[in-house]
T-cell receptor, first 116, second 110 residues
């Protein structure tokens, strides 16, 4: 089956500019995640969707980050305005369900953001 | 706060040697434990989960609730095992998202 698709793969922007990342999850996966992975650290959850509703966005810096999944399939993550510390890999992931057990999460290849 | 600790940033072994990647998690209910792996130029992928009690690519991991540990082991390391390994408890509930450790880079030398 096709995996989680993300674009763009690489982006370089200046601070205070905006950027948007797109994700297409595995077909039929109800749950979609956006993770931020800063160099040398493990991925950190930014936001989790169940269909088109937000389940958890407690770690999303809402003053500059936003995400949507309007039709419960594709999702976009936007950063505006970007800061130097936003340089990271943004990973999109999806899973069939978000219950405690049996929850295999599948990851995309990531979108690499460099803010200069 | 829910935390996961992988004390070794880098672990270097020779081919054929045993390897153990350590993981300790903070106790908060009964999380499901996972190991994820990222090979060079590949996406992050599931290696194994404790609930399955399976061996994948020769790796096993035993959940020790008393020590809150979930160490990953392999008796004879291979060069193709070189990768980043992340321990990730899932504290679940209605959300079911993973908390990742900082990762351990395993380097298997010929």
């Amino acid at each position: 089956e096709a995996g989680v698709a993300q674009s763009p793969r690489y982006k370089i922007i200046e601070k205070r500019q905006s950027v948007a990342f797109w994700c297409n999850p595995i077909s039929g996966h109800a749950t979609l995640y956006w993770y931020q992975q800063i160099l040398g650290q493990g991925p950190k959850l930014l936001i989790q969707f169940q269909n088109n509703g937000v389940v958890d966005d407690s770690q999303l810096p809402k003053d500059r980050f936003s995400a949507e999944r309007l039709k419960g399939v594709d999702s976009t993550l936007k950063i505006q305005p970007a800061k130097l510390e936003d340089s990271a890999v943004y990973l999109c992931a999806s899973s069939l369900v978000s219950t405690h057990s049996g929850n295999t999460i599948y990851f995309g290849e990531g979108s690499w953001l460099t803010v200069v | 706060a829910q935390r996961v600790t992988q004390p070794e940033k880098l672990l270097s072994v020779f081919k054929g040697a045993p390897v153990e990647l350590k993981c300790n998690y903070s106790y908060s209910g009964s999380p499901e434990l996972f190991w994820y792996v990222q090979y060079s130029r590949q996406r992050l992928q599931l290696l194994l989960r404790h609930i399955s009690r399976e061996s994948i690519k020769g790796f096993t991991a035993d959940l020790n609730k008393g020590e809150t540990s979930f160490h990953l082991k392999k008796p004879f390391a291979q060069e193709e095992d070189s990768a980043m390994y992340y321990c990730a408890p899932n504290y679940g509930g209605s959300q079911g998202n993973l908390i990742f450790g900082k990762g351990t880079k395993l380097s298997v030398k010929p």
